[in-house]
């Protein structure tokens, strides 16, 4: 596994507690593993990494709120529909 990915792991929670001396040692170790040949030359800063991996969270947990959403509401879209056409007389949960 690379050491960025384990360098990033669970970033989101705890990048916004670090202090400006720990982002640069953090980014030493990137650092280091460029020239041991570890990483590539063109790698991505720390930082970069961490946002690109923020941006990717919010894009999923919005398209999977949007897709609970829409199910959501298509299930009570049918349920109406039914109770509409005096198929169940009662809904109750």
Not at 45 to 60: G, I, M, P, Q
Not at 68 to 91: D, N, R, S
Request: include cysteine.
């Amino acid at each position: 596994m690379p050491s960025s990915l384990k360098l990033t792991y669970a970033a989101s929670s705890w990048w916004g507690f670090t202090t400006a001396e720990d982002r640069q040692r953090l980014e030493a170790v990137i650092r280091r593993s460029i020239r041991s040949g570890l990483c590539a030359d063109d790698h991505m800063s720390l930082e970069d990494l961490v946002t690109d991996a923020n941006d990717k969270l919010f894009n999923l947990s919005y398209t999977v709120n949007i897709m609970f959403y829409t199910v959501y509401f298509l299930v009570v879209q049918i349920v109406i529909i039914i109770l509409g056409q005096g198929v169940i007389k009662c809904f109750c949960l």
